[in-house]
C-alpha cells in the first residue's frame, strides 16, 4: 500500500493509518464476505460481494481499487445497504 494512498469512502482517513483504522472499524462488525465477482483490467480492480454483519443486514459491494506499482493506491465502494429488506420487481440480483 502507498504512503499516499488515496480514500474516497467518505468514513475513511487517507493513508495507511486511516485504512488500518477503517479495517479495524470493519472487522468488529463481524463481516461474513462471499466474493461475488472479480474484474480487473490494467491497474484497476473491482470487486463485487455480499456482506453480512453480525447484527444480520446485509449488504452488497462493489470496491474499486487503483494499483500503481503493484500496490493499492487509491479505493473507493458503491455500497447497497440492507438488501434483506430489497423486492426486486424483475428477479434478478443486484449483482
Known sequence: ???????HNSTCADGKAGF???????????PQI???????EDD???VFFKCTLKNDHTS????IYR??????AE???????????VQSRN?????
Open 20 to 30: 488500518l483504522e477503517s479495517i479495524k472499524g470493519f472487522l468488529s462488525l463481524g
Open 34 to 40: 462471499v466474493i461475488i465477482r472479480l474484474n480487473s
Open 67 to 72: 494499483l500503481q506499482g503493484g500496490q493499492l
Open 75 to 85: 479505493h473507493g465502494n458503491i455500497i447497497e445497504h440492507n438488501v434483506e429488506d
Open 60 to 63: 452488497e459491494v462493489c470496491d
Open 91 to 95: 428477479g434478478n440480483g443486484l449483482f
Open 1 to 7: 500500500m502507498w504512503d499516499d494512498y488515496i480514500q
Open 44 to 46: 484497476m480492480v473491482h
